[in-house]
C-alpha cells in the first residue's frame, strides 16, 4: 500500500461518525472532510514534487433543455509513462439556474470501492458546485497496481459521472475547477489545461497584449 492508503485506514481506525451508503461511498459533510484531509496530506503537501501530468476533461461542455436529464462525465489522461491517478479532488461547476445534480457513479480506475479498494464521497450542497472526491487504497505493489487497472499514457478513462435534472430552460455550461490529483505513491501531479482551455488562454493573452499596446500608443 502506498502512503495515502495507509493514512487512510490509519483514519478509519480512529473513532468517526462515518455513515457510508451501499458501494462505499460517502456523502456526509464528515465523511469529505476526512477524505479531503487524505488527499490534501498526500498532495498538497507535496506539490512542490510533482513529476507528472494529467488532462482532465468534461463531456459535454455545454447542454440545453430538453431533454430534462444530462449525465457529465469527467474523464482523466495521465500524459507520464509509469503514473497513475491515486486520488482527486475536484469541482464540477454548473449553472443552478438550469441544472440540480441527482446522482454520481464513480469510475473503477481507482479501484472498486465495494472492495473496499477505493474510498469515494461527494457533496451537493454548494449550489453550483458538485464536489467530488476519491482516494485509492491500491498501492503500487498490489497483483493489480493503478499502472495495470488504468489506460496507457494519451488515453482516456473516467474518473466519475454526474447526472443532472433540468430545473429551468436554457443553457447551461459544465467546467472542472478546483482540482487536486496525487499519483499512485501520493504524490502530487500537475494539472494541465485542455487543448480548448490553452487556446482561450492563448486568445485571452493575445487581446491582453494588443489592448496595451493600443494605450501606449495612444499616450505617445
Given at each position: 500500500m502506498h502512503q495515502g492508503a495507509v493514512r487512510a485506514l490509519n483514519m478509519?481506525?480512529?473513532?468517526?461518525?462515518?455513515?457510508?451508503?451501499?458501494?462505499?461511498?460517502?456523502?456526509?459533510?464528515?465523511?469529505?472532510?476526512?477524505?479531503?484531509?487524505?488527499?490534501?496530506?498526500?498532495?498538497v503537501a507535496?506539490?512542490?514534487?510533482?513529476?507528472?501530468?494529467?488532462?482532465?476533461?468534461?463531456?459535454?461542455a455545454f447542454a440545453v433543455t430538453p431533454p430534462s436529464t444530462t449525465v457529465v462525465n469527467i474523464s482523466a489522461v495521465n500524459r507520464a509513462a509509469g503514473s497513475a491517478i491515486g486520488s482527486f479532488d475536484l469541482g464540477l461547476a454548473y449553472n443552478a439556474s438550469v441544472w440540480a445534480p441527482a446522482s454520481v457513479s464513480f469510475g473503477p480506475f481507482l479501484g472498486d470501492a465495494a472492495a473496499f479498494e477505493a474510498l469515494?464521497?461527494?457533496d451537493f450542497s454548494t449550489p453550483g458546485i458538485v464536489k467530488l472526491l476519491e482516494v485509492s487504497l491500491l498501492g503500487p505493489f498490489d497483483p493489480l497496481p493503478l499502472t495495470s487497472i488504468q489506460p496507457g499514457v494519451g488515453s482516456p478513462f473516467s474518473l466519475a459521472s454526474v447526472t443532472f435534472d433540468a430545473i429551468g430552460s436554457g443553457g447551461?455550461?459544465?467546467?472542472?475547477?478546483?482540482?487536486?490529483?496525487?499519483?499512485q505513491f501520493g504524490v502530487a501531479i500537475n494539472v494541465v489545461p485542455e487543448p480548448g482551455t490553452l487556446a482561450l488562454l492563448a486568445l485571452g493573452m493575445i487581446g491582453l497584449t494588443s489592448s496595451r499596446l493600443r494605450r501606449s500608443r495612444l499616450h505617445r
Amino acid at each position: 500500500m502506498h502512503q495515502g492508503a495507509v493514512r487512510a485506514l490509519n483514519m478509519l481506525s480512529r473513532p468517526v461518525d462515518i455513515q457510508p451508503t451501499p458501494g462505499r461511498t460517502m456523502s456526509l459533510r464528515a465523511d469529505r472532510h476526512l477524505l479531503r484531509s487524505l488527499i490534501g496530506a498526500a498532495g498538497v503537501a507535496m506539490a512542490a514534487f510533482a513529476h507528472a501530468d494529467a488532462t482532465l476533461y468534461v463531456s459535454p461542455a455545454f447542454a440545453v433543455t430538453p431533454p430534462s436529464t444530462t449525465v457529465v462525465n469527467i474523464s482523466a489522461v495521465n500524459r507520464a509513462a509509469g503514473s497513475a491517478i491515486g486520488s482527486f479532488d475536484l469541482g464540477l461547476a454548473y449553472n443552478a439556474s438550469v441544472w440540480a445534480p441527482a446522482s454520481v457513479s464513480f469510475g473503477p480506475f481507482l479501484g472498486d470501492a465495494a472492495a473496499f479498494e477505493a474510498l469515494t464521497a461527494f457533496d451537493f450542497s454548494t449550489p453550483g458546485i458538485v464536489k467530488l472526491l476519491e482516494v485509492s487504497l491500491l498501492g503500487p505493489f498490489d497483483p493489480l497496481p493503478l499502472t495495470s487497472i488504468q489506460p496507457g499514457v494519451g488515453s482516456p478513462f473516467s474518473l466519475a459521472s454526474v447526472t443532472f435534472d433540468a430545473i429551468g430552460s436554457g443553457g447551461g455550461a459544465f467546467s472542472i475547477v478546483g482540482a487536486q490529483l496525487t499519483d499512485q505513491f501520493g504524490v502530487a501531479i500537475n494539472v494541465v489545461p485542455e487543448p480548448g482551455t490553452l487556446a482561450l488562454l492563448a486568445l485571452g493573452m493575445i487581446g491582453l497584449t494588443s489592448s496595451r499596446l493600443r494605450r501606449s500608443r495612444l499616450h505617445r
